[in-house]
């Protein structure tokens, strides 16, 4: 079975920074599309951004030169560098991804999620 798991988060200060890392392991045939969300106490999950196969990003205004999401095919992960954080991004951060277990065979997939919090 396809699992996806988040390393990375962490306690840190305003305008610190955190790389977060999202491996996938398991009987993988390719990654896809992938993905940052996160879960704020109360509040709904969102994107914070995505990665498609050919490398296109994509960023939630309120993080938008701020973070950068990446992947690194050959190990079968994928970043989110986060800087200059804020206490807003407190949160629970989940990994997400379209999998292909098997060519012309996908699925997707959601890490368990890490925790980031940003003290003032």
């Known amino acids: 079975q396809v699992q996806l798991v988040e390393s990375g988060g962490g306690l840190v200060q305003a305008g610190g920074s955190l790389r977060l890392s999202c491996a996938a392991s398991g009987r993988i045939f390719s990654l896809n599309a992938m993905g940052w969300y996160r879960q704020a106490p109360g509040k709904q999950r969102q994107l914070v951004a995505s990665?498609?196969?050919?490398?296109?990003?994509n960023y939630a205004d309120s993080v938008k030169g701020r973070f950068t999401i990446s992947r690194d095919n050959a190990k079968n992960t994928v970043y989110l560098q986060m800087n200059s954080l804020k206490p807003e991004d407190t949160a629970v951060y989940y990994c997400?991804?379209?999998?292909?277990?098997?060519?012309?065979?996908?699925?997707?997939?959601w890490g368990q999620g890490t925790q980031v919090t940003v003290s003032s």
């Open positions: 997400n991804g379209v999998v292909s277990v098997k060519a012309g065979n996908w699925g997707n997939y």
């Open positions: 990665i498609t196969s050919g490398g296109s990003t």
